[in-house]
């Protein structure tokens, strides 16, 4: 089966500006979610997607981050202005119901 | 929040030699999951674990599930180089999908 396709794989940005990153999930699976991986550290939770519902966004900085499912599918995660601690890879995993999950490669991001 | 807990942060070690790791959970888990990741890769599922005290094998590696299900282990027998990544441990607690990951353990292997 196809894997989770993540866009872009690297982007570089200034402080203050906005970023989007886009995830496609494998077919059929239902949830999905971004994580946020700072170098040496495991991947935290920012937002869970049941279909295109928001599941727990608890630790979403929600002033400055914003993520979308919209039919369900695909999935976009913003950041709008970046702060230089949000550098890091950005991780979209899914899953299908009692499967473990599965990642895509991750876009990482560095803000100057 | 429920916090994970992982150590050693960084294990070196000659290639021959065991490996382990070591995961804590603060609260009760309903399952815990070990994941690994190569250099400049994304985290890969190994195996989840469910009950307590289940103990799980694959080749070289063993996976423990503590009897109270707030710890575990992974323990790998006579490293080889292929083996070099870092390895997370991620806890379930509670009825929704939501995973706490650890810190991981780098395991870096001399040839």
């Known amino acids: 089966e196809a894997g989770v396709a993540q866009s872009p794989r690297y982007k570089i940005i200034e402080k203050r500006q906005s970023v989007a990153f886009w995830c496609n999930p494998i077919?059929?699976?239902?949830?999905l979610y971004w994580y946020q991986q700072i170098l040496g550290q495991g991947p935290k939770l920012l937002i869970q997607f049941q279909n295109n519902g928001v599941v727990d966004d608890s630790q979403l900085p929600k002033d400055r981050f914003s993520a979308e499912r919209l039919k369900g599918v695909d999935s976009t995660l913003k950041i709008q202005p970046a702060k230089l601690e949000d550098s890091a890879v950005y991780l979209c995993?899914?899953?299908?119901?009692?499967?473990?999950?599965?990642f895509g490669n991750g876009t990482r991001l560095t803000v100057t | 929040g429920q916090q994970v807990m992982q150590i050693p942060q960084y294990q070196h070690v000659q290639e021959g030699e065991d490996f382990t790791t070591y995961c804590n959970s603060s609260?009760?888990?309903?399952?815990i999951q070990w994941y690994k990741q190569r250099p400049g890769g994304h985290p890969v599922f190994l195996i989840q674990?469910?009950?307590?005290?289940e103990v799980k094998k694959q080749k070289r590696l063993t996976f423990q599930f503590g009897e109270a299900k707030k710890n575990s282990s992974l323990h790998i027998t006579a490293t080889q180089t292929t083996d070099v990544g870092t390895y997370f441990c991620a806890g379930r607690a509670g009825s929704n999908y939501k995973l706490t990951f650890g810190k991981g353990t780098l395991l870096t292997v001399n040839p």
């Open positions: 077919s059929g699976h239902a949830t």
């Open positions: 995993a899914t899953r299908s119901y009692n499967s473990p999950l599965h």
């Open positions: 609260t009760t888990l309903s399952n």
């Open positions: 674990l469910v009950k307590s005290g």
